[in-house]
C-alpha cells in the first residue's frame, strides 16, 4: 500500500508539475528590482505576460517570470544584467554534484540549485541525472516524459557507451547528443533522466578500458564538448527585440532553447568509471555531507579516492584540463540544536576555509513534506499548517545557493541571502 500510495503521489505531482505561481513583490524579489519598477514596466511593454489574477492579487509561473526577466534584460535602457545567458564564444560551465554515501540531501542540493539559478539569474540549466534511480529526475520531469522507461536515453546514451557488450565508443553527432536533452516544465531548463542503464555505460567503460586507445575517464567530458560546438549559445540579448525594438516573443523562445549556460550532474552514491566521468567533466565539485562522525569519514575515503584517480590520470596526460573551477563540501541535514553538528562544522571549516562551505542545508520538516510529493521548495505549495517551516526552509535554501553562486560564479551579482544567514550564526 505504502507503494502504491506513492506512485499516485508521484503521478499526480508530474501531472500537475510547475504549479506554483509568483506574487508581483515575489516577481520583483526574484529579479532584485522594485515592485514599483515591475509594475511600470508591465505597463509600458506589450508582450509584458498577463499573469493571472485574483482579487487584486496578480500571479506569474516560472515561464511567466522568465519572460519578464528577458523582457527587462533585453531593453537597450536596462542599467544593469538581469538574464545572465553566457555570450557566444563561452564555454558551458559544468557543476557536479557528488558523494560517497548517500542519505545526505545530494539529489536536493543539485535540484534546487539548478532551480535557483533559473529563477534568480535566468540561466538555461542541463540537468543530467548519473544516477540509475534517477531521484532528481523526479524534481524536474512531467507526464510527458516517460521515466524508467527502456526506450528513454540517458547518459549512457549520451556518452555512447549504453551498449554494455561494445569495445567502442559509438560516438554520436553533436545534433544526436542535443536530441537526447529531454524539455521540462521550467523554462530553460533540460533532463537527462537517469535509468537503469547507466549501469549498462559502467559494464561498457569496464571492457573499454581494456582497450589502449579509450579514455575511459574522460568519455563524458568529451560528448558535452562535442555537443557545445554543435550547440553555441548563438543569440545575444539585443537581437531578442525586432527593428522596432518591441520584444519579439518568438526570438525568445528560440533563443531560451538554443542552448544551456550551466550543465548540472547530480552524480550516484558512489565512484565507479560512470561517475568518475562526471568528476572529470566538472569545472566545480560540491560534496553535500552529513556531519555525523561515520559519514565524515566516508567523506575522507571519498576524497582520497579521488585524488588517487586524478594522479593516475594525469600520469600519462598532464595537459588534461580537470576542475578549474572552485569546489567545496556542503554541510547537509544539520541539527542547529545539536552543538556536536555546528561543531563539526566549525572544524572543517577552521582547517579547509576555502573548501567548507559557512552555509548549510538544516534539518527541516519541510524538506520532508515537499519531498513526499516529489517537489523542490520553490515549488511546493504548502497548507496553512506548513507555511512557516516552508518559508524558513525557502530562506535557508536561498543562502546555501546565493553562496554556491558567488563560488562558482563570482562574476554574477550576489543576492544578500549568504550574508544574512551567516551574520546570523557566525561570529
Known amino acids: 500500500m505504502g507503494g502504491v500510495n506513492t506512485k499516485l503521489q508521484r503521478d499526480l505531482t508530474l501531472r500537475t508539475r510547475v504549479a506554483r505561481r509568483f506574487s508581483m513583490v515575489e516577481t520583483a524579489q526574484l529579479l532584485a528590482v522594485d515592485t514599483t519598477y515591475l ?11 498577463a499573469g493571472e489574477r485574483a482579487g487584486r492579487e496578480r500571479t506569474f509561473s516560472p515561464s511567466e517570470v522568465m519572460q519578464i526577466r528577458a523582457i527587462i534584460g533585453s531593453n537597450p535602457a536596462a542599467k544593469r544584467p538581469y538574464l545572465h545567458w553566457r555570450r557566444p564564444g563561452q564555454p558551458v560551465k559544468v ?11 545530494k539529489s536536493l542540493s543539485a535540484a534546487h540549485f539548478a532551480q535557483y539559478v533559473n529563477l534568480h539569474y535566468g540561466l538555461r540549466v542541463g540537468v543530467i541525472d548519473a544516477d540509475p534511480q534517477a531521484t532528481v529526475s523526479l524534481y524536474f520531469a512531467d507526464e510527458k516524459l516517460p521515466l524508467f522507461d527502456p526506450a528513454t536515453p540517458t547518459l549512457a546514451d549520451f556518452m555512447g557507451v549504453d551498449d554494455p557488450g561494445s569495445v567502442k565508443l559509438s560516438e554520436p553527432s553533436g545534433k544526436d547528443l542535443n536530441g537526447i536533452w529531454q524539455p521540462t516544465p521550467w523554462p530553460g531548463i533540460r533532463l537527462i533522466p537517469g535509468g537503469a542503464n547507466i549501469q549498462n555505460g559502467d559494464i561498457s567503460l569496464f571492457f573499454m578500458s581494456q582497450q589502449a586507445s579509450v579514455p575511459v575517464y574522460r568519455v563524458l567530458k568529451d560528448a558535452i564538448r562535442t555537443w557545445d560546438l554543435a550547440n553555441p ?41 560512470m561517475q568518475l566521468n562526471g568528476l ?25 579516492n579521488i585524488g588517487e584517480y586524478l594522479e593516475f590520470i594525469m600520469g600519462f596526460e598532464a595537459d588534461l584540463e580537470i576542475g578549474g573551477g572552485e569546489h567545496m563540501v556542503l554541510p547537509t541535514i544539520v541539527q542547529e540544536q545539536n552543538d556536536q553538528d555546528t561543531d563539526q562544522i566549525l572544524d572543517l571549516y577552521r582547517k579547509a576555509p576555502r573548501e567548507v562551505m559557512q552555509v548549510w542545508y538544516s534539518r527541516s520538516d519541510a524538506i520532508a513534506n515537499a519531498a513526499e510529493e516529489y517537489k523542490s521548495i ?41 550574508r544574512k544567514f551567516i551574520e546570523e550564526r557566525w561570529s
Request: hydrophobic share 40%.
Open 39 to 49: 509594475t511600470r514596466i508591465s505597463a509600458e511593454e506589450p508582450a509584458f505576460p
Open 95 to 105: 557543476v557536479t554534484f557528488g558523494a560517497q554515501k548517500g542519505g545526505t540531501g
Open 233 to 273: 549559445p548563438m543569440t545575444r540579448l539585443e537581437n531578442i527585440r525586432g527593428d522596432t525594438g518591441e520584444f519579439d516573443p518568438v526570438r525568445y523562445e528560440q533563443a531560451l532553447t538554443e542552448t544551456v549556460d550551466v550543465i548540472v550532474i547530480d552524480q550516484q552514491p558512489s565512484l565507479t568509471l
Open 280 to 304: 572529470v567533466a566538472a569545472d566545480s565539485v560540491v560534496i553535500p555531507q552529513t556531519m555525523k562522525g561515520f559519514d565524515l569519514a566516508t567523506l575522507a575515503t571519498y576524497v582520497s
Open 378 to 418: 520553490y515549488e511546493y505549495l504548502p497548507p496553512k499548517t506548513r507555511r512557516a517551516s516552508a518559508k524558513a526552509f525557502m530562506a535557508n535554501a536561498n543562502a546555501v545557493n546565493d553562496a554556491l553562486v558567488q563560488r562558482i560564479w563570482p562574476e554574477l551579482p550576489p543576492r544578500d541571502y549568504a
